[in-house]
């Protein structure tokens, strides 16, 4: 389910500031898998957490996600495959939504968005045309 392979982060490399954040992190999680990551405070959690979830590329090593190499897509692309709940409650939440909202929000990830013109064909039924940025796009 995830198969994490000798991921490896170092923040402000070559600088005053450079920090070895993970050092060659292997993981493999099976589904039903229930992990708790313990470790002090800077020890590499979220940057492990951040990794997985495509928030800054990793320095080298892999991460594959049902069977998918996800290393190279960037987050908004692996929110098809994970979804997380973050520390801090403001934080992978709309504010100003209902909470309802905010869950069929997150039901829909990895599905697709957008605004779709229907047409009406013979026999009353409605089919789908495609959005108009993919008419843009497949005009050019
Ligand atoms: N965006 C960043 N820029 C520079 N250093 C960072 C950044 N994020 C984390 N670090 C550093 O990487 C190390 C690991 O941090 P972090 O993953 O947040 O630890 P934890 O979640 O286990 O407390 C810490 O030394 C932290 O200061
Ligand atoms: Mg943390």
């Known amino acids: 389910m995830l198969k994490i392979t000798g991921v490896q982060k170092t923040f402000n490399p070559g600088t005053i500031n450079e920090k070895k954040a993970l050092c060659g992190i292997d993981l493999t999680l099976n589904e039903g898998d229930f992990v708790t990551v313990i470790g002090g405070n800077g020890a590499g959690k979220s940057t492990m957490l951040n990794m997985i979830a495509g928030v800054y590329p990793v320095d080298c090593g892999s991460i594959v996600i049902d069977g998918k190499d996800v290393t190279k897509l960037p987050e908004y692309k692996r929110a098809k495959f994970i979804g997380r709940v973050f520390q801090d409650p403001m934080t992978g939440t ?47």
């Open 94 to 140: 709309a504010a100003t939504m209902q909470i309802e909202e905010n869950l069929a929000l997150a039901k829909r990830r990895g599905q697709r968005r957008g605004i779709d013109l229907l047409t009406v064909v013979p026999g009353g039924r409605f089919v789908r045309q495609p959005a108009l940025g993919e008419q843009l796009l497949s005009s050019r």
